[in-house]
């Protein structure tokens, strides 16, 4: 690990004039950082500390609207009885991320913004697409955990539980940077491979999420994972009902993966378990299994299909 300064920012302002310095990079809960680090993947000049700066930890019901802060812990999102009410689903992803120590100090803000698992692109050794090279070691290698959409390029998928869940509920983000403020819609955050297969996101240098905006919807999360006490999803998914249904699988591509035929089929009508098992095949439509990720398919379909019923009130 090379060395780096460590800035201890007063406010927001201070935090974003620190973070759009070249080679700068923010810490919230440190997790997922702290292990890039390790890794090598990252090798920051100056290390900026967000976990200290006030006002940026509110949980504020407004209306039909949920208003959270960007260092709102997984903890906190998995027990207040405010966040659980206005989107179960949230609570859930949230509840079942990682373990209670971690779930402590990892942050909303970094769960939404953490980098991809893959093992190549965390390996050292390996000079993926993602991190500027011209090849993909997973897609002819092991991919067991690998994407099933959108893995032509970077079978990658999207590590964050608590993007599925918000993807589901169309939540919103508040972005500030250099620039100014402004803001993007869940599904217009995230950064499909075609076109970036380097980012994730769109966040820009010195840029943080300052504030997630989670309509307050019938919801409902569901975690499919080897072992039960913590692990990585195997398969994952997140259901909002409404109007506008969402379908949204998780562990299953680059982003979070919207089923916009199940929604279409679930729309104006009682969730039961016929048509919950009719969606969840239709979500699956169209999937690309890769040569060591063929169960996951069968694995999702069951994920959508338990959120289905729980949403609906069913399960």
Not at 7 to 18: C, H, K, R, W
Not at 52 to 69: A, S
Not at 240 to 256: C, N
């Amino acid at each position: 690990m090379k060395a780096f300064v460590w800035v201890e920012p007063e406010d927001l302002q201070g935090a974003i004039a620190a973070g759009a310095q070249p080679k700068a990079l923010f810490k919230a809960g440190g997790v997922d950082v702290g292990d890039r680090l390790k890794e090598h993947l990252d090798e920051p000049s100056t290390l900026v500390n967000l976990r200290r700066l006030n006002g940026l930890d509110f949980v504020n019901p407004d209306g039909g609207t949920l208003r959270l802060g960007p260092l709102v812990t997984l903890a906190t999102l998995a027990d207040d009885a405010r966040i659980r009410k206005a989107a179960p689903a949230l609570a859930d992803a949230a509840a079942a991320a990682a373990t209670p120590q971690i779930r402590n100090v990892a942050t909303l803000g970094g769960n939404i913004a953490q980098r991809p698992r893959c093992w190549y692109f965390r390996k050292e050794d390996f000079h993926c697409r993602r991190k500027g090279g011209s090849e993909c070691f997973a897609i002819e290698g092991q991919n067991e955990m690998h994407a099933v959409f959108d893995n032509d390029l970077c079978p990658i998928v999207h590590p964050s539980g608590t993007a599925t869940a918000l993807a589901a509920l169309g939540a919103s983000l508040v972005l500030k940077g250099p620039g100014g403020e402004r803001t993007v819609g869940i599904d217009d955050f995230f950064i499909r491979p075609e076109r970036d297969v380097t980012r994730e996101n769109v966040l820009q240098p010195g840029e943080l999420i300052v504030e997630v905006r989670v309509p307050s919807r019938a919801s409902a999360y569901v975690k499919l994972m080897e072992k039960q006490s913590f692990d990585w999803p195997l398969a994952e998914a997140a259901v909002a009902l409404g109007d506008e249904p969402r379908v949204v699988l998780g562990a299953a591509a680059p982003v979070p993966w919207r089923a916009p035929k199940a929604e279409a089929m679930i729309k104006g009508h009682k969730i039961d378990e016929a048509l919950a098992a009719q969606a969840a095949k239709a979500a699956l439509e169209g999937a690309k299994p890769l040569q060591h990720n063929g169960y996951k398919v069968p694995l999702l379909e069951a994920a959508v299909k338990r959120a289905l019923l729980a949403a609906g009130g069913a399960a």
